[in-house]
């Protein structure tokens, strides 16, 4: 198993990624994040929680990013995130793709589309990332 699989199957492991319900899906153009949108992500208004939301993402954006890194013994942490919502959604599969803009020394910078299943954009989001050493 190579570094960036070991590290897609940490992350996917999470009890966070557990509890929504998140699941990490690596081809080679890059690394996806989907969910089923079920009850418990939906608020009041039958919509699903901008938080749920920001949460794919942001997961997106940093597995993205972290793919370049590990293979150097660094690991990004997000450090800032601007969702921009664009449609409601309220049910089916929602995926998330996205791909660094800048990864420097210090920090990294990434872009972010969530999809529903029409293959209609819901949100966009960029991410800042503080850029740290690797613990093992």
């Not at 949108?37 to 949460?55: D, P, T, Y």
């Not at 020394?105 to 850029?131: M, P, R, W």
Request: aromatic share 6%.
């Amino acid at each position: 198993m190579d570094l960036v699989e070991e590290f897609v199957k940490l992350v996917g492991s999470a009890p966070w990624y557990r509890l929504i319900g998140m699941e990490i899906k690596r081809k080679e153009e890059g690394i996806s994040v989907e969910m089923k949108v079920e009850e418990k992500h939906l608020q009041a208004l039958g919509m699903v929680h901008g938080g749920a939301i920001a949460s794919i993402l942001d997961s997106a954006i940093g597995l993205n990013i972290n793919k370049e890194l590990i293979g150097k013994g660094k690991l990004a942490i997000t450090s800032q995130l601007n969702v921009h919502y664009l449609k409601p959604v309220s049910g089916g599969k929602i995926i998330a793709k996205a791909r660094p803009l800048f990864i420097g020394s210090k920090v990294a910078v990434g872009y972010g589309e969530l999809k529903d299943e029409k293959g209609e954009t819901v949100a966009v989001a960029t991410s800042t990332f503080y850029i740290t050493t690797r613990r093992e």
